[in-house]
């Protein structure tokens, strides 16, 4: 991490961690004492709580780097958002689609109970990872004898959830690089696939066990598809640390689970016919700059991240500057040793959430996804699942 990038980067993340930290232990009291109580009124407070936490990346795209987060949905999709529960399926392309994705549930007023299908690494990543497990999100393994049990069950657990979620499904089951699409490419090639442009082939195991144990709760389905004009720099979590703005597109439809075929296969196929939908509408996104304007919804960057961030830093610098003053930390060698510890200590963690985020970081590009039922899949492709 460059110094003048960590300058900026390590005083953010001091706020992030440290009002993380007291977020995580709300979390862990509410678990422990409201949960064995009542699982619905600590749904509804962890809602409330984990809001605290998402609201500060919300605010770094909103308000710290600029990045506009454009909509494009019909109107009775843009209706619906936020006020159903709904599965959400949606390509993989940048590196913040995950953050996108929060950006729009908080838009829709779902940002504290949206959750998401995340590789099981996830959950131990500070402050995020731990929140993200509190908030009930489901976490594999990418080995589909362990995880089909773990999805299922995971899944059956939303059945009572109080308000209505989000739950996001990347079913390319990977983020998309040049590397990974040519992979793809060559097995939609020597398969008889359609062949893609501008995605991945999507995985279906994993959609085909959520549409299953979701479809008598879970109204809907919202297909996204999230594109970057090609005049925009595609934004990254190190670029957004450094205030550096860009433009995402993203569109919306929403389909109803109960127009979906009834059979395995079928969901499967409806599946992979979405995709193929999505690269066409890539394709003019591509050719033209934009999805269809008459589907453009304003949506106005709202002041509620602002306010949040503000009231943390106020909290956190007065909590510090009385904490100094009483321990005097700063007045020995010790003081000094532990508080540059506490500071590189944050600095490393930022530079792995910053990896983490990153998509050359994630599955090499020589798994490809499975093949229809007939078609017999490399030996290494089960490796890779949704997260």
């Avoid at 390509?91 to 779902?110: E, F, M, P, T, Y």
């Avoid at 908030?135 to 109080?162: C, H, I, M």
């Amino acid at each position: 991490m460059a110094i003048a990038a960590a300058a900026v980067i390590v005083p953010l993340g001091l706020l992030f961690i440290l009002s993380g930290l007291i977020v995580n232990l709300f979390e862990a009291i509410c678990y422990v004492l409201l949960r064995p109580v009542s699982k619905n009124l600590y749904r509804r407070v962890n809602r409330e709580v984990a809001e605290l936490l998402w609201l500060e990346l919300i605010w770094l795209i909103d308000w710290w780097a600029g990045v506009k987060v454009q909509v494009y949905a019909d109107a009775e999709t843009f209706r619906s958002m936020g006020k159903e529960h709904a599965l959400v399926i949606s390509n993989h392309k940048s590196d913040i689609d995950w953050l996108v994705g929060w950006v729009l549930a908080q838009r829709s007023g779902c940002l504290g109970s949206t959750l998401a299908v995340m590789k099981k690494s996830s959950k131990f990543l500070p402050v995020i990872g731990w929140s993200m497990w509190f908030s009930e999100y489901v976490f594999l393994e990418r080995n589909w004898a362990k995880d089909e049990s773990t999805l299922k069950s995971g899944l059956q657990r939303l059945k009572d959830f109080p308000r209505p979620f989000w739950l996001a499904l990347f079913v390319e089951g990977t983020r998309f690089t040049q590397g990974k699409l040519l992979a793809a490419q060559e097995y939609a090639t020597s398969t008889g696939l359609p062949v893609p442009r501008n995605v991945l082939i999507p995985r279906t195991k994993g959609f085909v066990s959520a549409v299953s144990n979701m479809r008598s709760f879970v109204p809907a389905i919202y297909d996204v598809t999230v594109a970057i004009p090609k005049d925009q720099p595609s934004p990254t979590m190190l670029r957004i640390f450094k205030g550096q703005p860009s433009v995402v597109h993203v569109h919306m439809k929403r389909h109803l689970m109960k127009e979906l075929p009834q059979t395995d296969d079928g969901v499967a196929q409806w599946c992979r016919d979405i995709f193929v939908a999505k690269d066409a509408l890539l394709d003019k996104h591509l050719a033209e700059g934009t999805f269809d304007e008459k589907e453009f919804q304003s949506i106005d960057r709202p002041k509620k991240s602002l306010l949040v961030v503000t009231s943390w830093s106020c909290l956190l610098i007065v909590g510090s500057f009385k904490f100094f003053k009483w321990s005097s930390l700063l007045s020995t060698w010790k003081g000094v040793a532990f508080s540059t510890a506490a500071v590189l200590l944050v600095t490393v963690v930022m530079h792995i959430f910053i990896l983490f985020s990153q998509s050359e970081r994630s599955t090499p590009s020589k798994v490809v996804p499975n093949g229809p039922k007939n078609v017999g899949p490399p030996p290494d492709a089960d490796r890779d699942k949704q997260h």
